[in-house]
């Protein structure tokens, strides 16, 4: 009888076991085409395969490109290219050398992305801000005189809050416009107006948020003015004595310096015209 109870309890765990094993075998089964497609032959001999979901490799980028990169961030000749890396990552260090001056430009080998521009002087190592506009100068400056069709006398780089802008300052009937232009999408981000007085009292700043219609300039003068005669005009408006002049917006624009009365003048005149453009009190 004991040997009796002894066979079936054998076959019981036989059973088990199996079934154990069974169901282990279906669930690494399931983890692997899961992860990786299997390709296996069906029972009537022909190659059929389990579709699953199995993410790209990103190529990686050739020298080439890395080159390209690099060229189109620093300007001068590349004169060495090397993969190197960095905590797990692959870079490619480009090295572009200008007027003497050697810079490294470091860019992911996956993503392309400019990691860093380190650049080699007489003073040492210094790492260099990135910064890829993809608008340019002239770009903004269209844009500006596109929402205030005045004329244009300066544009300055700067970063805002992060945000690296074009500042279009132009002259309109009278006012002085600031325009400012976002250097990634070209987005007009504000136009603020400086009211123009005559120098008795402080400037005073608006915010303007509409698009100005264009109008015809009425001239001083039937041609050009000299600097001499710039001078003047500028004495006419305000008085007292130039200290000092300049010419502004690729030599369109004179500024006159003026001091009066312990105060210090800017004013602005067109060269083309003769006309006054902007009187500002420092």
């Known amino acids: 009888m004991n040997k009796k109870g002894d066979v079936i309890t054998k076959i019981i765990l036989g059973v088990l076991i199996v079934l154990i094993l069974g169901i282990g075998s279906l669930l690494a089964t399931a983890i692997v085409t899961k992860e990786n497609p299997i390709n296996y032959f069906s ?48 870079v490619y260090v480009v090295e572009v050398k200008a007027d003497g001056v050697e810079t490294e430009v470091n860019i992911d080998a996956y993503q392309g992305t400019v990691l860093s521009v380190v650049q080699e002087t007489e003073l040492g190592r210094q790492e260099l801000e990135v910064i890829n506009p993809q608008i340019s100068q002239d770009q903004a400056i269209a844009t500006a005189l596109a929402q205030v069709p005045g004329t244009f006398v300066e544009v300055d780089a700067e970063n805002e809050n992060g945000v690296y802008l ?55 003068s ?60 420092d």
């Open 43 to 90: 029972a009537s001999g022909g190659q059929s395969s389990v579709v699953v979901n199995v993410p790209q490799v990103q190529s990686m980028l050739t020298q080439e490109q890395a080159i390209s990169i690099a060229s189109q961030t620093i300007a001068g000749v590349v004169s060495e290219v090397e993969l190197i890396e960095t905590n797990g990552q692959l």
């Open 166 to 220: 074009y500042d279009v300052e132009i002259i309109y009937n009278g006012e002085e416009y600031s325009v400012d232009i976002d250097m990634m999408t070209g987005e007009v981000l504000s136009i603020e107006r400086e009211l123009i007085s005559d120098g008795d009292e402080d400037d005073d700043d608006e915010d303007v948020s509409v698009t100005l219609s264009s109008s015809t300039d009425t001239s001083s």
């Open 222 to 281: 039937s041609g050009p003015v000299t600097l001499s005669e710039a001078k003047q005009i500028a004495l006419n408006r305000v008085g007292g004595r130039v200290t000092d002049t300049e010419m502004k917006n690729s030599g369109r624009i004179y500024e006159i310096e003026i001091q009066k009365n312990g105060d210090e003048y800017d004013v602005l005149v067109e060269r083309s015209t003769g006309k006054l453009l902007d009187v500002e009190r």
